[in-house]
C-alpha cells in the first residue's frame, strides 16, 4: 500500500499538530526522526524523503510529504506572513498588566494585553513569542492560552501570559 499525499490535503494536513509523527528516510534505507529542521534540509537537498504518520481513532495514515515548502512554512522553518500574520520587522508593540488577571507577585508569569499598533496580526503564537523573544527579550508562555479581541476601529488587543522578569 502507497502513502497518500499530504500535499492532496493542502493546508488541512495537520503539521503542526502534537499527535503527527515525522518519520525520514535517508537515501541509504535508515529511517530516523526527531530534528524536523535538518530533515526538512536534507529532504531539500535530495538526500531522503519524509513521511508522516498521522493517527486516526481506529487506524494511523501514512502521508509523504511532497510539498516541502509547505511542511517549512507550517513548522515554522521557514517564515509565512500569511500564515502567522506576523511581518518579519521589529514590531510596534504597546502593552498594559490585564486587568482581568490575578496578579500574585509570586508568579513567575503575569497576565498582558498586547496591541500592536505596525499592522501585524497573531495568528501563530509560536512565531509571535520567538520574535519577541528576539526584540525584546519577552518570555511568552506558549502552553497556555490566549485570546484576542477586536473593537470596531479595527484595534486587536492579545491576552497573553509572560514571565515577569522578561518584560521591560
Same mark, same amino acid.
Given at each position: 500500500m502507497k502513502p497518500r499525499s499530504a500535499a492532496a490535503s493542502g493546508r488541512d494536513f495537520p503539521y503542526t499538530s502534537s499527535t503527527t509523527?515525522?518519520?525520514?528516510?535517508? $537515501?541509504?534505507g535508515t529511517v530516523t526522526h526527531g530534528d524536523q529542521r535538518a530533515a526538512y534540509e536534507r529532504a531539500v537537498a535530495g538526500e531522503s524523503r519524509l513521511f508522516a504518520v498521522w493517527p486516526g481513532q481506529w487506524s494511523s495514515d501514512l502521508f509523504e510529504i511532497e510539498d516541502l515548502d509547505e511542511f517549512a512554512k507550517a513548522l515554522g522553518i521557514v517564515h509565512d506572513e500569511e500564515r502567522t500574520g506576523l511581518k518579519e520587522h521589529v514590531h510596534e508593540v504597546e502593552w498594559v498588566n490585564d486587568p482581568y488577571q490575578d496578579d500574585n507577585p509570586r508568579s513567575q508569569y503575569i497576565g498582558i494585553d498586547v496591541t500592536l499598533t505596525c499592522g501585524c496580526r497573531i495568528n501563530d503564537l509560536r512565531t509571535f513569542a520567538a520574535q519577541m523573544k528576539e526584540q525584546r527579550g519577552w518570555s511568552i508562555a506558549t502552553s497556555g492560552g490566549w485570546g484576542s479581541s477586536a473593537v470596531p476601529? $479595527?484595534?486587536t488587543t492579545y491576552s497573553l501570559r509572560v514571565r515577569r522578569k522578561s518584560l521591560s
Open positions: 509523527c515525522y518519520i525520514e528516510v535517508h $537515501g541509504n476601529d $479595527g484595534k
